[in-house]
């Protein structure tokens, strides 16, 4: 038996997540498709994370074992059934116990936004017709990255056995006109970007103070954040594994 990881990259816009549930559309459903029509045999995933519906991956990864030998030369075969909105990047060989959920070490997400009226960015990135002050924002995510607990950031009924978080990297950046939130950790918790980024817009439009925004991530209290930033500007950017996984 041989353990493959599968990195593929995907426009969320048409699913309802990243891993496969009752009655819904997602990326996982549509991977399993595709590899049982070109292998002629059923193909179960596992994935390595659960993000959202309209959510959107530069890099994302499954594992999945069998007794098949697959070459790289297969992926053009594989993609050619895949819908346009998904491609297959790479099938790598790995070890059996690599996991591309827990052997993860880390991962990166950057979210969009921005505030002239773009039709070709409207999936892609939230339109914020709003003025923030960038240098707010930045000392916003600054602190970010002083605190291990997350918490506030956390949505409800999150089966996780703690809500501590090792931030590496939390920045905003100017980039094509756009606004973009850049963070990366060991780990994230459901909800938790979407919820950093409506919260320190607060700040940068001046709704709230940093004090306050300190005092959000301090309370651990879920309510107190703002969630209500739309997934389509959110993508995952990649995922880390140690390079010995890899065969």
Not at 40 to 46: C, F, G, M, V
Not at 116 to 132: A, E, G, I, M
Not at 235 to 241: D, N, P, R
Request: with cysteine.
């Amino acid at each position: 038996m041989h353990r493959y990881f599968l990195e593929l990259a995907y426009k969320g816009t048409k699913y309802s997540g990243f891993q496969v549930q009752d009655n819904a559309n997602t990326i996982q459903e549509e991977t399993e498709k595709a590899l049982e029509i070109f292998f002629k045999q059923k193909i179960s995933l596992t994935g390595s994370s659960r993000t959202d519906a309209g959510v959107h991956a530069l890099q994302n990864f499954f594992h999945f074992d069998t007794e098949l030998i697959i070459a790289s030369e297969q992926l053009y075969n594989i993609n050619a059934i895949l819908p346009a909105d998904i491609s297959v990047r790479s099938i790598r060989s790995v070890r059996s116990d690599a996991h591309c959920r827990f052997t993860a070490t880390g991962r990166a997400y950057r979210y969009y936004i921005y505030s002239n009226k773009d039709p070709f960015l409207q999936d892609r990135s939230w339109f914020y017709p709003f003025t923030v002050d960038m240098q707010i924002l930045n000392e916003a995510a600054a602190i970010v990255k002083t605190y291990q607990d997350f918490t506030s950031f956390s949505k409800r009924n999150t089966q996780v056995n703690n809500f501590k978080c090792s931030i590496t990297q939390s920045q905003w950046v100017i980039e094509n006109d756009c606004y973009v939130y850049e963070v990366r950790a060991n780990r994230f918790l459901r909800g938790m970007v979407r919820g950093l980024v409506g919260t320190m817009l607060k700040a940068g439009r001046k709704i709230i103070t940093l004090d306050q925004f300190k005092g959000i991530i301090e309370a651990k209290d879920c309510t107190k954040a703002d969630f209500k930033t739309p997934a389509h500007g959110l993508f995952l950017t990649a995922v880390h594994y140690p390079e010995n996984i890899f065969i």
